[in-house]
């Protein structure tokens, strides 16, 4: 997978982030891949879905890649979901979530329990993750999840988890029925930009379609 300045990669980052929060992931992809890679932008809470969606197809529109990866943190991944429902016609490539809660998310349940708390999830939660959901992975492009079992993030003061977790999302909240591979890796739900692991597991996807330490 040569650079040939046709494929590129594209971040989509999550609930109260604006993509500069993955710099040191995105420059080990870069480095690790040899691709351009590239922070979309949207506003996640006071966007809807469908406008994240729009701003998300002007984006790879305005890039004209031949190839593109994608690779999403929490609440990104289910904008890059209902962006391939919208608008199926893309170029080829792969799909990486990241910590995406994909059926539900039981966080965002407790939280908007909480009068004062549901303005602040924004618009794009109450639409995706406050209802369970009976999602299906069933885009051309291969999906590959990674889930962190290392339960320290701010989701512990609302929900107790029975369950490994990344603090925040359970691993069993992140599994996609469809998807090509699944890995969990000891990392917490915002310490996966940081981690060189979750870098090289996406680039191995990235590259051959599999996670590196999936069996």
């Given at each position: 997978m040569g650079d040939d300045g046709a494929t590129h990669i594209i971040y989509v980052h999550g609930l109260?982030?604006?993509?500069?929060e993955s710099l040191f992931l995105r420059r080990r992809l870069q480095k690790q891949l040899g691709l351009p890679v590239h922070a979309f932008h949207y506003r996640s809470v006071s966007a809807t879905i469908a406008d994240a969606t729009a701003g998300l197809q002007q984006f790879v529109r305005n890039l004209a890649p031949k190839r593109v990866h994608l690779i999403a943190h929490s609440l990104g991944g289910l904008v890059i979901y209902r962006w391939l429902e919208q608008f199926p016609d893309q170029p080829p490539g792969r799909i990486v979530f990241l910590g995406v809660p994909s059926i539900a998310s039981r966080t965002a349940v407790s939280v908007a329990r909480r009068e004062w708390t549901l303005s602040p999830l924004g618009r794009c939660i109450a639409e995706e993750l406050l209802t369970e959901r009976s999602r299906?992975?069933?885009?051309?492009?291969?999906?590959g999840i990674i889930a962190g079992t290392r339960a320290v993030g701010l989701g512990r003061l609302f929900v107790k988890f029975e369950e490994d977790s990344d603090g925040t999302v359970a691993v069993s909240e992140t599994r996609l029925p469809g998807a090509t591979d699944f890995v969990t890796?000891?990392?917490?739900?915002?310490?996966?930009?940081?981690?060189?692991?979750?870098?090289?597991?996406?680039?191995?996807?990235?590259?051959?379609?599999?996670?590196?330490?999936?069996?």
């Open positions: 109260w982030m604006n993509g500069a299906r992975w069933t885009a051309s492009q291969e999906l890796l000891p990392v917490s739900h915002t310490g996966m930009m940081l981690s060189p692991r979750v870098a090289r597991e996406a680039a191995s996807f990235f590259r051959t379609g599999h996670f590196s330490l999936s069996s």
